[in-house]
């Protein structure tokens, strides 16, 4: 379609003119005109909702929402042509199957033999014995071994030595969809331990002295305690409303020796809405700071990040301090446990906390113990009740630590954006589906490529120049302040305004130093060099050395380091006064913007992320470029950076 | 008066001293005219605080049995408790401690009486002259000339001796136009856009009144600084209401028909006792010990302040998008022409201006726009936000100055030359300090009170070199661009490190910074020896070239 015009959403005088293509998994924006030919790409799956909003004089204008919190304003021409694109994107948007979804059809040239490295990088085998089982009180059962107990657990889980499996079965008959209770995180240091289940089949009295028997074993397995904790990770009343349905939780008096304990996090249906409300208040044009505030403050959402957190630093504690050994469960045991045994995990073992740590943690609590991704992320068509961003949660969790903690991260802000980008994506196929059964069925790991190779081997970027393995934060547990805290809580603008540049600080400290650092390096390898040299000159003090040496001109260039600079250069709206005001030049501005730094010095991040800076319009930048897996236009465009090459070679 | 008189207890010991984050500590207590000095007691890491009864906002003071205790509420935001043992020396040493707190004579200050530890090796007093500006202007236009038609300070008793002005108004037409303007404040050169030639002007209102008044004068000096054919914008601080009302007083705004080249546009900025009421509720929220996540956020939304700090920002980007952008000159004023105005005009070079962005740069556009511009420090500065007395002229208006520079610096953090840490102290020393800058409310008054022979420069300690370089920000690199600030509200944070300073830990933070700074520093050193070994290496290829010549 020809002549759409993309609207920029902070300022409606700001369009422009392009073509739209729809591909049969990109739907891409071109401009027109500018030399660059700025490109828009969006992938069909990260289209969350479509609007079709009234036709005006200038056309009809369809408002496109991604799951990446993209925001994508176009007015078509012909009122025939939006109803056909917005008929044919309804359709695209929402594949019925998982043949349909792009890591099916995303080829980035590799080999089988890396596919398949990349799938091996994260080994959960390899966790496990990190963490120090099997051992003298955990043992490796293999219960489950055809998803003939539980199937949305894994084959391999890690159970007391003392639970046999007539204990595991038997526990697993008394909670909800057989989720029996089984190790999450162990602390070889004190022998505490976090487990997780579903909710137990409890109704109002009923009882199960296999599963008493099953939580007597995990206290066993910690001798040096006497107890353990059980967290219900959701408020009380939600879990009493439970047990007239057969379900809902533990009573202290059936099971000797634990101590139990409600943590009030709400529901996926209450968090989506939450998540709504937030993002209507993100979306707001020119919202004042009240309106902003109070529209934050209602929709709860840091609340909800806070009481997750709290449940996190609650065991942490449990374990760290204590040394007491928790049993975690919700209802099914796959959203609000996984966030809460995620986040303590954080806290207790540095290990998580460095980017493979990362990468092995959401392999071990989400992805293995059954997450529902295809569900709660939407990626095939299905219940919208059934959405819900829980692992968004998480990973603001992560930032939110990351705020308190800024030396304690081997990876930077830049990584949890991406990943979260890519469990929406349906780029790769670590995140398909809803547990590990169905993932074997699909063969995924034969048909797509892994998320974490792929990350693994772009890591320069997503470093944390202020992360030292020795330094204190990076030792030990995270204490994070519990109260009062409340203001440490922050709206994650880089995040849910992610795709508004104009909104977020317009040079990275996180750029400059690994910039910085990346130039000490130069300088440390050049050092040896010149000693090198120095050495040999002063040895044969004649002239025969010809050590020939790396001439580097190390000389600094002025803004090497300052990033996006151009932004700086257009003002926004401050006053819709100006606008009549007739002495404006057109040529006014362009003065500035030659003085900008070359984007080539930007470290380009992930390509499908990366966006390309547009020195002129400034303020805001909606281009989301990806590789492009429909082959659909020429790769010729300029404007494609190195790393885009990697996948359009060949 | 002798400050013994007040002190009738001058030392207590076994006193506890309570802070949030720190363990308690046990120690003595001792009273001097000028300071409460907390000492502990423990020999193998003596620790000592040295509080400046000036910097104390409020004291309350609580009984349990013989037991005393007084929470000291500081105008820098701290709460300490000190538990005294003994009824009578809590009560002596909590009034004597009110007493010398809320001393009323400027004289009685402690600047009066501080001897400095340094050698002074720049006198700040001298530091920043006008003429100094004055010279740098000339270099570049020479449309505008020094006057010192307020030599006495009669003309305007709120100015400094000093102003400058354009060349073709002489000091008569000055005066005139003085007398049109709220308080003698006449249109005045606040800042030069070397880029294009254009001018950002403040003054007070006009003293139009209800029937209209008008100065040709007025009407002529603020035209001469438009270019032919061109129009100017006035930006006034108040709402088109206010404005209207104001004639009813006196005072009023330039009417299109007497400016035709001129378009107002008025763009609202809280005034004083709103601003302080505003200031109150924010510190209130921040100290709120209650665990619901809710309640912070609207205890932070209905104190307004980030609402004030939002208007202001773009205020001045607007000033700023006038003058760069739209190739205009621009005069800003309120009422008076000593806050909001000098917020705007003082803003908008922040903006505009890369020299404000260096230390030295910032440090004479605070002299220029703010004391030498006749913002009543003294007045607004009295008390803060644990006061009660709540006097009308108390307002952070200055604080609110800072608070928006630090947002701009969070959005450019490359581009300063100074750090937080920098504008932390410059709002410490606004509300109490050892040295005299921000005594007194004008030239006039700090000309009177011989500061600059009687008392030391707060910027003879902030240059030395020690100092310094605290305050220098590690990742700074000139950036000669105008930087416009974004003032979308998911833009704009809570200055955590003067709402949040002594509530939050700071630990993990300053170890961050640290590490900037380590990565920084590791740099340049390497960088120094890479530079002498390749000197060094050259040399030696040159000599031997020579040996191998012959």
């Known amino acids: 379609v020809e002549n759409v015009r993309l609207l920029d959403r902070l300022s409606s005088r700001r369009a422009v003119v392009g073509t739209l293509y729809l591909t049969a998994t990109h739907v891409i924006f071109v401009e027109n005109g500018s030399e660059t030919r700025k490109e828009t790409w969006v992938l069909h799956s990260q289209i969350s909702s479509i609007e079709k909003q009234a036709t005006t004089a200038t056309g009809c204008p369809l408002l496109i929402r991604c799951k990446n919190f993209q925001v994508i304003q176009l007015v078509i021409p012909q009122e025939r042509d939006c109803h056909d694109v917005y008929i044919s994107l309804i359709r695209l948007a929402r594949p019925v199957k998982y043949e349909e979804l792009y890591c099916f059809s995303f080829n980035p040239k590799l080999d089988k033999e890396e596919r398949e490295q990349g799938w091996k990088l994260v080994d959960l085998n390899e966790e496990y014995t990190r963490m120090g089982v099997p051992n003298n009180y955990w043992q490796i059962s293999d219960v489950n071994r055809d998803y003939g107990v539980c199937d949305s657990y894994p084959t391999e889980v890690y159970v007391p030595k003392s639970a046999t499996a007539h204990i595991i079965v038997g526990s697993s008959k008394f909670r909800s969809r057989r989720r029996f209770p089984a190790l999450s995180y162990y602390c070889k240091g004190n022998n505490a331990s976090i487990c997780r289940s579903s909710q137990p089949l409890s109704g109002f009295s009923a009882r199960c002295l296999e599963d008493e028997q099953m939580l007597q074993a995990i206290r066993k397995a910690n001798p040096g305690s006497d107890f353990i904790y059980v967290v219900d990770t959701r408020p009380k009343l939600n879990a009493m409303a439970n047990r007239a349905a057969g379900k809902g939780y533990e009573n202290e008096d059936n099971y000797s020796n634990i101590k139990f304990q409600f943590i009030g996090i709400e529901n996926i249906h209450v968090m989506r809405n939450s998540l709504q409300k937030m993002l209507e208040v993100c979306e707001l044009k020119s919202p004042s700071m009240s309106d902003f505030l109070w529209g934050l403050e209602n929709s709860g959402w840091l609340k909800h990040i806070k009481a997750i957190m709290d449940a996190g630093i609650f065991i942490a504690k449990a374990v760290a301090e204590e040394g007491v050994s928790v049993l975690v469960h919700c209802s099914d045991g796959w959203d609000r446990t996984a966030q809460v045994c995620s986040v303590a995990s954080l806290q207790l073992d540095p290990y998580y906390r460095t980017m493979k740590g990362f990468m092995v943690l959401i392999e071990k609590d989400w992805v293995s113990f059954g997450h529902k991704f295809n569900h709660r992320y939407g990626n095939l068509d299905g219940d919208p009740k059934e959405i819900s961003p829980v692992i968004d949660q998480f990973i603001e969790c992560v930032w939110q630590l990351m705020e308190q903690f800024p030396c304690a991260f081997e990876f930077n802000e830049r990584f949890l954006i991406h990943i979260q980008h890519h469990i929406y994506s349906c780029q790769f196929g670590n995140f398909l589906c809803n547990s590990q059964k169905e993932r074997r069925e699909l063969k995924i790991k034969e048909r797509t490529y892994s998320l974490w190779a792929h990350l693994w081997k772009n890591r320069a970027d997503y470093l944390n120049p202020l992360y030292k393995s020795d330094h204190s934060q990076t030792q030990g547990t995270l204490h994070p302040q519990i109260a009062p805290c409340n203001f440490l809580y922050k709206f994650w603008s880089g995040m849910y305004n992610r795709f508004e540049k104009g909104l977020h600080p317009r040079q990275s400290v996180t750029d400059y130093l690994m910039a910085v650092k990346e130039e000490t390096q130069q300088l440390e390898e050049e050092l040896e060099i010149l000693q090198e040299r120095l050495a040999n000159l002063q040895k044969s003090q004649s002239g025969d050395n010809k050590v020939k040496s790396k001439q580097q001109d190390r000389s600094k260039q002025s803004g090497l380091y300052t990033s996006n600079n151009s932004l700086a250069n257009t003002p926004q709206e401050y006053s819709h006064d100006l606008k009549s005001f007739p002495s404006r030049s057109p040529s006014q501005g362009d003065e500035d913007s030659a003085l900008i730094l070359t984007q080539d010095n930007l470290k380009s991040s992930d390509p499908d992320l990366s966006a390309n800076s547009d020195q002129e319009s400034g303020v805001e930048d909606l281009s989301c470029r990806s590789p492009s897996g429909g082959g659909c236009l020429p790769s010729e465009d300029s404007g494609k950076d190195s790393d885009e090459a990697v996948f359009l070679a060949g | ?550």
């Not at chain 2, 800058?437 to 022979?453: D, I, M, Q, V, Y």
């Open chain 2, 1 to 550: 008066m002798e400050f013994a008189e007040l002190i009738k207890t001058p030392r207590a010991d076994n006193v506890a001293l309570h802070r949030p984050f720190h363990a308690a500590v046990e120690g003595t207590l001792c009273l001097t005219g000028h300071h409460l000095i907390f000492s502990s007691r423990r020999h193998d890491n003596a620790e000592e605080l040295w509080l400046l009864h000036s910097n104390i906002d409020s004291i309350e003071k609580r009984f349990v049995g013989s037991l005393g205790t007084i929470v000291i509420k500081c105008k820098d935001l701290r709460i300490i408790q000190l538990d005294i043992p003994g009824m009578e020396e809590c009560l002596n040493i909590a009034s004597s401690i009110e007493a010398l707190s809320t001393l009323d004579s400027v004289t009685l200050m402690y600047p009066f009486f501080y001897r400095p530890m340094f050698e002074v090796l720049e006198d700040g007093w001298s530091s920043f002259q006008l003429e100094h500006e004055f010279e740098l202007l000339s270099s570049v236009t020479n449309e505008w000339r020094l006057s010192c038609v307020n030599k006495e300070f009669s003309v305007c008793p709120s100015y400094p001796a000093l102003v400058i002005v354009p060349k073709s108004v002489d000091d008569e037409a000055l005066r005139k136009v003085a007398l049109f303007r709220h308080g003698g404040r006449f249109p005045v050169l606040s800042y030069y856009h070397k880029k294009n030639g254009m001018a950002m002007l403040r003054s007070s209102q006009p003293l139009t009144g209800t029937n209209g008044r008008r100065c040709k004068e007025d009407e002529k000096l603020i035209n001469a600084t438009l270019r032919s054919g061109r129009r100017g914008f006035v930006i006034d601080t108040r709402p088109l209401p206010v404005a209207q009302q104001a004639r009813a007083k006196g005072g009023g705004f330039e009417q299109e028909v007497h400016y035709p080249q001129w378009r107002r546009i008025h763009k609202y900025i809280e005034r004083f006792n709103i601003l302080q009421e505003s200031f109150i509720k924010l510190v209130e929220a921040c100290n709120d010990q209650s665990h619901n996540m809710d309640r912070w956020l609207s205890k932070l939304e209905a104190s307004n302040w980030l609402t004030h700090i939002k208007e202001l920002l773009t205020a001045a980007c607007l000033a700023a998008q006038c003058i760069d952008r739209e190739g205009a000159s621009v005069l800003v004023h309120g009422s008076e022409g000593t806050d909001s105005t000098l917020q705007v005009t003082s803003l908008a070079q922040i903006i505009l201006d890369p020299r404000c962005r260096t230390i030295r740069g910032f440090e004479a556009l605070v002299v220029r726009e703010w004391l030498q511009a006749g913002h009543p420090f003294q007045q607004r500065c009295a008390q803060s936000a644990y006061s009660n007395s709540k006097q009308k002229w108390e307002a952070p208006v200055f604080l609110l100055f800072l608070e928006c520079v630090w947002q701009i610096h969070r959005q450019f953090p490359c581009s300063f030359e100074f750090n937080e840490q920098f504008l932390i102290v410059l709002f410490e020393h606004a509300y109490a300090s050892q040295f005299g800058t921000f005594l007194g409310n004008s030239e006039h008054e700090r000309a009177k009170l011989k500061l600059p022979h009687k008392t030391m420069s707060l910027w003879s300690w902030m240059n030395r070199p020690d100092e310094l370089s605290r305050f220098q920000n590690p990742l700074y690199e000139a950036n000669s661009l105008v930087i416009w600030p974004s003032v979308a509200p998911q833009s704009l944070q809570l200055w955590e490190g003067i709402f949040l300073r002594w509530n939050r830990p700071s630990k993990f933070l300053e170890e961050a910074e640290e590490e900037r700074m380590n990565i920084i520093k590791y740099n340049k050193e390497l960088q120094a020896k890479v530079n002498a070994l390749r000197r060094q290496l050259a040399e030696m290829e040159t000599n031997e070239l020579v040996q191998e010549e012959p």
